[in-house]
């Protein structure tokens, strides 16, 4: 399966990492192509794995993409990211899927920063967040690994990410915002 992974470089968001970096056969995009060559890529390959900052409009293109300082993922994206298998990781990437009737892993408002806990009313530490992050992002990449099927790889993630959800309210917050369809 040839996967390819959008993840606009944005150090906030280097614990992301993990998800794909040991992925066979994976190209990685972190900017420094146009909207175009995007689209090139996606109908290219199998499997295309959005992650970083977004909104319900999309992938935050973060000013790594030319010509492009909003989204490198939006509504202009939506009939190559139906040929393909998806997996969408960003803030509120649930009401872009919903909306648009897309098919895959996504996540729906994910607390990645203490700022984020803040606004979501979870009471949380730094380490809290870290441990959070860091053990979806773990977990995701070696499901991926383990069983490239999204249905497994979602139910064995859920599962294991969970287990600390009533140590750390962070992953209790994240865990009911972790979903697949089709």
């Known amino acids: 399966m040839k996967t390819l992974v959008i993840h606009p470089k944005d150090s906030s968001t280097d614990f992301l990492k993990p998800i794909y970096q040991h992925l066979p056969d994976t190209t990685i995009v972190t900017g420094g192509v146009f909207k175009d060559e995007v689209i090139d890529l996606i109908m290219q390959h199998d499997r295309v794995i959005m992650l970083g900052h977004g909104t319900p409009y999309g992938l935050l293109a973060m000013g790594q993409f030319p010509g492009h300082n909003w989204n490198i993922i939006d509504y202009n994206m939506i009939p190559f990211l139906r040929r393909t298998e998806n997996i969408f990781i960003w ?14 892993l996504y996540s729906g408002m994910f607390i990645s920063e203490v700022s984020e806990a803040t606004y979501c009313k979870v009471e949380a530490t730094q380490d809290q967040v870290d441990t959070s992050n860091h053990l979806f992002s773990y977990l995701l990449g070696a499901q991926l690994m383990i069983h490239p099927d999204l249905g497994r790889a979602h139910q064995s993630v859920g599962s294991q990410y969970s287990i600390l959800s009533e140590s750390n309210k962070v992953i209790g917050y994240n865990s009911e915002r972790w979903f697949i369809n089709g």
């Open 91 to 104: 803030c509120h990437a649930n009401q872009f899927v919903e909306k648009h009737q897309l098919k895959g």
